[in-house]
């Protein structure tokens, strides 16, 4: 072989044996193959043992996908419920920040500015201010109608009342209380609303001033709920 080409053959075994060595490597490394199921139900895999499994069992596969082993779980009983305590947890905080996120953006849509708002509550109140004044009206005739009777019952004073007017009584009294009761159902409701309304003018306020949905800590009902 004359010393040129001897030369060569020895530079292209110089620079192949990095690469050889490179690939010995890589292969070793795809050889383990660490699967899993997190407590989320996401499959996971890894070149080294998965945290997020270190609660459940891994399987250690080879590089054509067969099972090499299966390791154990890294955590006692102890540990493992604690550990899924804490996932619930984070899972339960991040379904609160979405829906927070979710409700402002929804209140933002619903109110772009304060006029809008007002003009909702006031559509909303109107319904029950309206059967509120038709109660009270009823609550004013029936308290005339009960004056009547008492003015009759006096021409029976120290006597027994006839049977016809005790049943006028009677169905005047549970008229009154079926009526008292409806003012104060309308009432409650009407509070209950504007309550509803105080709260989320408070919370737009401050999505109006420029907080991000989701980052204002104040209450606020939902509007699904009206």
Not at 180 to 190: G, L, R, S, T
Request: aromatic content about 4%; charged content about 30%.
């Amino acid at each position: 072989m004359n010393p040129a080409r001897a030369a060569l053959v020895r530079l292209a075994g110089r620079t192949l044996l990095p690469v050889t060595l490179a690939a010995v490597g890589l292969s070793a490394q795809a050889a383990n193959i660490y699967t899993c199921v997190n407590a989320k139900g996401q499959r996971m895999t890894s070149d080294r043992p998965i945290a997020d499994c270190l609660d459940r069992a891994q399987e250690l596969r080879n590089a054509d996908g067969s099972v090499k082993k299966v390791l154990p779980p890294a955590m006692t009983a102890e540990e493992r419920a604690a550990h899924e305590d804490r996932l619930r947890q984070e899972m339960a905080a991040e379904a609160a920040r979405r829906d927070a996120i979710r409700l402002d953006r929804n209140l933002l849509s619903r109110y772009p500015d304060e006029p809008r708002h007002q003009k909702a509550r006031k559509a909303a109140l109107e319904p029950l201010h309206t059967a509120l004044a038709a109660t009270e009206r009823r609550l004013t005739e029936l308290e005339h109608d009960q004056k009547r009777l008492q003015e009759e019952a006096e021409f029976y004073k120290g006597r027994d009342l006839p049977r016809e007017l005790k049943v006028k009584f009677g169905q005047n009294q549970a008229a009154l209380q079926a009526q008292q009761d409806a003012a104060q159902n309308h009432q409650a409701e009407i509070s209950r609303i504007n309550a509803t309304y105080e709260q989320e003018l408070t919370r737009l306020k401050r999505l109006w001033a420029g907080a991000a949905p989701g980052s204002v800590s104040l209450p606020a009902s939902s509007s699904a709920s009206r």
